[in-house]
């Protein structure tokens, strides 16, 4: 299972975004990888450590709203695909 993080500030990078996300995220965050970070766009996608679908989407709404550099995340848990969501 997935979670994908959109609007990451560009004014944070790779090593930022990925020890917010390990931090807030504890256990359940096995891999971050994190796309295109210090441009317009960027996201992160973290591979879950949870086996129960509900999971992330309770992790979701815990990240989602969240402030790292100065803007609100927004994150959803994608359940069957490695691609990120196209943004709304």
């Not at 994908?4 to 996300?21: D, G, H, K, P």
């Amino acid at each position: 299972m997935n979670l994908t993080v959109r609007n990451i500030a560009e004014s944070c990078s790779e090593q930022e975004v990925r020890e917010f996300l390990e931090r807030e995220l504890g256990r359940y965050a096995k891999h971050v990888e994190v796309v295109d970070a210090g441009k317009p766009g960027a996201y992160a996608t973290v591979e879950l450590d949870a086996s129960v679908p509900y999971v992330g989407d309770v992790i979701a709404r815990q990240i989602h709203g969240k402030h790292l550099g100065g803007q609100p995340l927004e994150a959803s848990a994608d359940l069957f695909s490695g691609e990120p969501p196209e943004a709304r």
